[in-house]
């Protein structure tokens, strides 16, 4: 669906989730957005609406350290990567270019970030300092298929995007970080997209609709060991595991539109966080250390 004009929220990730850690910690926080809506209290948990433009604000991404947010926006014309403090202050624009930006993801050490650009004909992924100082951005990926939706392992060493092989056909691809090494993990006549690296770096999580709609999978980081963690009529997609690993915020239609849920690492215990009229997507956990 179409995002005309999107606001970046913040969520808390543990709002009403009877199986949530029991750690006394805070529940870590969620980035997400939202279409044409009002921030609103769901659950236990607090929606904080960040950024205010008509422009579309979206696809938010936290820095290693929680203090910040990269996002994409058109607010200046065209996508463009920006980024803003935690409580939405201080927007920067990191780049500047005629063609679209989008898919911001920090590397984990917090000084570089990847993001896929069609800058140079069709989409493909770059990266760039975390600040936007230097030369620009370095183009990582050279192929005729469209390259999207980049994922830094968390040692930083490689990086997962999902490319467009066949106009409908997305795989899952990981290169090294800089962009030699491509392996191709996925070969499914189904699309697979946006992965999501789990937090010990030993599975991959992406949506697929390998069984006829969009549901949930997660992989070992060289392929192997598919599993299918999701199984409703709904669509479930956009994964995102939690700091400690033990849960995915996912996108989900299972309500009638798009919003924010939690289910536990093995596809259990599906609890909705956001209940709005307007679509939630593009969910981001923070490390709760942070926040």
Not at 10 to 21: F, N
Not at 178 to 205: H, M, N, V, Y
Not at 227 to 237: G, K, Q
Request: aromatic share 6%; with cysteine.
């Amino acid at each position: 669906m179409p995002r005309h004009v999107a606001l970046l929220l913040i969520v808390l990730a543990a709002a009403g989730c009877s199986a949530a850690p029991s750690s006394s910690a805070s529940p870590s926080p969620i980035a997400t957005e939202t279409v044409d809506a009002s921030p609103s209290v769901v659950a236990d948990g607090s929606l904080v609406n960040l950024t205010q433009n008509p422009a579309a604000d979206m696809q938010p991404a936290w820095s290693p350290d929680g203090t910040q947010l990269a996002f994409a926006s058109d607010r200046d014309g065209n996508a463009e990567i920006y980024t803003m403090n935690a409580d939405g202050s201080e927007v920067a624009r990191l780049t500047n270019d005629p063609a679209g930006d989008g898919f911001p993801a920090w590397s984990p050490d917090g000084t570089r970030i990847a993001f896929a650009s069609d800058r140079d004909g069709n989409a493909e992924i770059y990266v760039m300092n975390a600040d936007g100082s230097g030369a620009g951005a370095t183009r990582l990926t050279d192929d005729p298929n469209n390259d999207l939706a980049p994922a830094w392992s968390p040692d930083g060493a490689r990086i997962g995007f999902d490319r467009d092989f066949d106009g409908v056909n997305f795989e899952i691809v990981v290169m090294n970080a800089d962009g030699s090494g491509e392996i191709k993990l996925t070969d499914d006549p189904a699309s697979d997209q946006s992965p999501a690296w789990s937090p010990d770096g030993a599975r991959l999580a992406f949506f697929s609709d390998r069984n006829g709609n969009f549901e949930i999978y997660a992989m070992s980081a060289d392929g192997s060991a598919l599993a299918r963690l999701t199984d409703d009529p709904a669509d479930d997609v956009a994964p995102a595991w939690s700091p400690d690993g033990s849960q995915l915020a996912i996108v989900s239609t299972r309500d009638g539109n798009e919003e924010i849920y939690v289910i536990e690492a093995d596809g259990s215990d599906a609890v909705r966080l956001t209940t709005d009229p307007a679509d939630d997507g593009d969910p981001a956990w923070a490390d709760g250390a942070a926040r």
